[in-house]
């Protein structure tokens, strides 16, 4: 279900004003980098008014955490974080109250981001069938019985639409063990959240085409978070993926553990209360992938047998309109058909007819690929209490109805500390709501103001709030505006609930002395109410102050088995259980000497006794009136037997969902305690190949360093002592001093350049770790390039040329060494992958702090697929050919680049040369002196 807009964008005022549902709107408070710390209520409606019981005034600028600590309790408060973060509206079905004066219920609330605030809707009518609630319950308790770890999730998406991530809505206690997490801090997060490699390691791909396909997916992912390897198995539900899960070097069940797991799950099918069918789609000669005829069902447990007249070994195999004639007609087939199609969990109710009796069943079909998984659950008992239900406040609202006087009822309105502030009307009969020549009629959800002026008098009103307090009724004349004209009438107030029942008579209110003269009190209602009072589809028993019968209706005659007029001048107590009827006598003279209105139910067990000595279970309610100064009690009795069965089974069944849980858990510690041993012997044997593999892992380092030190870095100063040593032996006359001087400075300059490299090479892991850093001097750059290039001058090739454009005219302050390193690094490679003839550009400039410094090349150039990994260890480009070197060199250039502060990018194309360029921030020298 998509969420909606609550309100519109414009108008927002009167759209808060006329909005059906509870509304408020919350203002973003954030940090100065944006972070979002808190929700402040800056609207509300008058439905979330009263719900809260506080005015308007009172509750703006309040925190969302203050206000609604309820939804911080149950986690709702993420989901609407979630919103205003990604601005995708939310769509939540939730067991919560919104304060401490409302009872937990399913509720619907929606929220959506409108500027930067949060508007949260709420429908406190919508409530999830509570059978959908323990079917929920139901399947976490089947999932956590399960060895394999599962996990549910449903997709995020991004404002463009597109899925963003995946968020966890269920795991199975397996899941939660394994991952280390608690349920809470699980169940709403993300998987990049708790997983970031499956972004790393492409696996999240796999996720959404598994959701956007459909098609199953099984591999092995690495999790760093672990340090292992598992096996996942992810497969589309309805409401997204479920991801079954197991450690890859778990060792494989035995086919006794196969054949045990087996009869585990045929004992759940067996065993558990609903009925269970696995259908797989038959498709049509067409072979087109969503054409399809019918469904063959492969598996049924036991409880569809009755269903559908045949044994479950018959039921296996056939096509499902085999089964089920009615299959296409009652509208089934097309439902499995819409689950294959749309992929969605369908829920609905259906009737069965079978041998004469119709029961009704609630379905919920689940799609998984090419089956289906139908639930058959038996609500028949369900419907027939709540058939029996409407019928009994039917027939009291008929009762009402016919009554000649106006009835209104009104709840209580608390405020926070429980102290009542005003009154809300919940129900009218027929003559008010037909008005009776009353202009001001009250509408529900008003209050007692727009009912009767005068209960602006808040002495009026607070005597109101005492008759909810203490029970105790009152009488009273109210004036009540009738079209054009203000009336007084006669009313009295009871209590009921947690509220109050106001009876206004429809006549001018008599005088005491009018009421004296008047015989309207003296006898029983006239012919035509007798006949109201005869045929009402409640029981009605009318006792006198000793419990004696004075007058019963038919519904009351044959609920308890009498003959009409039988009842007559029986006490009371002979209709309850013998075994009661003592101390309901006592119950009757407590109530005679207080008589108050009782409600229906009042949270008491009651029966009856019937003539032939039967006790069934009944529900009471209780109101008096005074005839010629003798108190009558009236009784309204309901037969609830179907009520209290219905019950009855739904206590059996939790009963044997107990026993098989506990079955389960004795199962389950049996295998945790194997998979427990067998982890200590995989983790001994792993801590073994860990440490052989470090000892490896080390070898093979020192290795790579020698090779990448020998091979490479030692090349050029060694060749540049060579060439200054032979040239040295030339200048074999004394007047050739000062060049056999100078020739031996390059030595030493060489040498020390030599140890320099050693000293790096040989400590790369302190390079990793961070030990080596950059040591700034005064540096003249192109005195450094001249010396660098006089050094390469012996490895240049035939005709191969190295020209320098450089605009550096003072010494900068930078590591001079680093940048030594560098330049000898890139300037070798630009001649060794360039063929003879070809020239070598060096471009270097000195602007607003900044040293760049640019290597083109003619030679071989990099594919567009090495260069992604260049820069990486050990990493060289495929077209190398038979050239030497370790793929050390960029990588070691590049980590000397971070030491400085400064950057590297790369422009290559295959047989078109290279460019590479750096740029250094540096200070100016004479500055830093």
């Not at 308790?141 to 968020?167: A, C, K, M, S, W």
């Not at 502030?421 to 129900?427: E, S």
Request: proline share 3%.
């Amino acid at each position: 279900m998509n969420p909606t807009n609550p309100l519109k964008t414009n108008n927002l005022k009167d759209d808060l004003a006329t909005a059906q549902k509870g509304v408020l709107v919350f203002q973003a408070i954030r940090s100065p980098d944006g972070a979002l710390t808190d929700l402040l209520l800056t609207k509300i409606n008058n439905r979330a008014e009263l719900d809260l019981g506080r005015q308007t005034k009172d509750l703006l600028g309040q925190s969302l955490h203050q206000l609604l600590p309820h939804l911080v309790k149950t986690g709702v408060i993420n989901h609407f974080h979630q919103v205003m973060e990604t601005e995708q509206p939310a769509h939540i079905d939730q067991l919560f109250a919104l304060c401490d004066r409302m009872e937990d219920a399913w509720r619907n609330v929606s929220a959506i981001k409108q500027d930067d605030c949060l508007v949260i809707s709420y429908d406190p009518t919508v409530q999830i069938s509570k059978d959908t609630s323990q079917l929920s319950d139901r399947l976490q308790e089947v999932i956590d019985g399960f060895d394999l770890n599962v996990t549910i999730l449903e997709p995020v998406y991004d404002p463009q639409g597109e899925i963003h991530d995946f968020r966890f809505v269920m795991i199975n206690e397996a899941g939660i063990s394994m991952s280390g997490y608690s349920r809470q801090q699980l169940l709403g997060r993300t998987v990049s959240e708790i997983y970031p490699s499956t972004r790393r390691n492409g696996f999240f791909t796999h996720y959404v085409d598994t959701y956007q396909t459909g098609q199953l997916f099984t591999g092995e992912q690495f999790y760093p978070e672990y340090d292992c390897w598992r096996i996942e198995k992810i497969t589309r539900i309805s409401r997204g993926l479920m991801i079954t899960y197991k450690d890859s070097l778990l060792p494989n069940h035995t086919e006794e553990e196969g054949s045990q797991q087996a009869q585990l799950i045929h004992t759940i099918l067996e065993n558990v209360p609903i009925g269970i069918a696995i259908l797989r789609v038959v498709r049509g000669a067409k072979n087109s992938k969503n054409y399809y005829i019918n469904f063959r069902i492969t598996r049924v447990n036991s409880l569809l047998k009755d269903l559908f007249g045949k044994s479950t070994r018959a039921l296996e195999g056939e096509l499902l309109t085999d089964a089920f004639a009615d299959a296409n007609a009652s509208g089934l087939l097309s439902r499995c058909m819409n689950g294959i199609e749309r992929a969605d969990v369908q829920e609905f109710e259906m009737p069965f007819v079978h041998n004469g009796k119709t029961n009704w069943y609630r379905i919920v079909i689940t799609p998984q690929s090419e089956l289906l998984m139908l639930t058959f659950t038996d609500i028949t008992s369900i419907k027939q209490s709540l058939l029996a239900h409407h019928q009994q406040a039917e027939e009291l609202r008929t009762v009402l109805d016919c009554s000649p006087n106006t009835i209104v009822a009104f709840d209580a309105l608390r405020s926070r500390e429980g102290q009542i502030v005003d009154f809300r009307c919940t129900f009218q009969n027929r003559i008010r709501r037909q008005g009776h020549g009353s202009a001001n009629k009250p509408k529900a959800g008003s209050n007692p103001f727009n009912f009767s002026p005068q209960l602006r008098d808040k002495v009026l009103l607070a005597r109101y709030a005492d008759v909810v307090k203490t029970g105790r009724p009152f009488e009273s004349k109210v004036m009540v505006r009738e079209g054009q004209q203000v009336n007084w009438r006669d009313q009295t107030v009871v209590k009921s609930g947690d509220g109050v029942v106001v009876t206004i008579t429809n006549k001018p209110a008599q005088s005491m002395s009018e009421r004296s003269d008047s015989d309207h009190h003296k006898h029983f209602p006239s012919t035509s109410y007798e006949a109201i009072f005869a045929t009402a589809t409640i029981g009605i028993i009318i006792c006198d102050q000793q419990g004696r019968i004075v007058l019963t209706n038919q519904l009351a005659d044959r609920l308890l088995g009498y003959p009409a007029g039988e009842m007559d001048n029986l006490t009371i107590e002979q209709l309850v259980p013998s075994s009661v009827s003592h101390y309901h006598e006592k119950l009757r003279k407590s109530f005679n000497a207080d008589p108050q209105v009782r409600p229906m139910g009042h949270n008491r067990d009651l029966h009856a006794q019937r003539k032939d000595g039967s006790v069934f279970p009944v529900e009471v309610s209780l109101s008096h009136f005074q005839l010629d100064d003798t108190l009558y009690v009236v009784a309204y009795i309901i037969d609830i037997s179907v009520k209290k069965e219905a019950e009855r089974q739904l206590l059996a069944h939790q009963s044997q969902i107990e026993q098989l849980n506990s079955e389960l858990e004795e199962k389950v510690a049996d295998r945790t305690q194997a998979l427990l041993e067998t982890l200590n012997q995989l983790k001994q044997s792993k801590e073994e190949l860990t440490q052989a593999l470090s000892v490896e892992q080390e070898l093979g380092e020192l290795k790579s360093r020698f090779v990448a030190m020998a091979s490479h870095e030692f090349r050029s100063p060694l060749t540049a002592l060579l060439n200054s040593a032979t040239l040295i032996g030339k200048y074999t006359t004394s007047d050739q001093q000062d060049k056999r001087e100078k020739h031996l400075a390059r030595i030493r300059a060489s040498v020390n350049h030599l140890n320099d490299i050693l000293e790096e090479f040989l400590s790369v892991g302190k390079l990793e770790e961070g030990k080596i850093e950059a040591h700034p001097s005064s540096v003249d750059i192109a005195k450094l390039v001249s010396e660098v290039l006089t050094d390469l001058n012996a490895t240049l090739k035939p005709g191969q040329t190295i020209q320098t454009h450089l605009s550096c005219l003072s010494p900068v302050w930078l590591d001079g060494s680093l940048l030594r390193k560098i330049l000898v690094n890139l300037l070798s490679n630009a001649l060794k992958y360039s063929e003879a003839g070809s020239v070598v550009q060096l471009r270097g400039s000195c602007l607003m702090g900044q040293l760049t410094l640019s290597v083109q090349d003619q030679g071989i150039g990099i594919s567009a697929e090495d260069q992604e990994h260049l820069f990486e260890r050990f990493f060289r480009a495929t077209n190398v050919g038979n050239r030497t070197g370790t793929g050390l060199g960029l990588h070691i250039v590049g980590r000397y680049i971070d030491l400085m502060g400064g950057d590297i990018s790369l422009q290559s194309e295959v047989n078109q040369g290279t460019t590479i360029t750096i740029s250094i921030p540096y200070e100016d020298a004479y500055a830093s002196q």
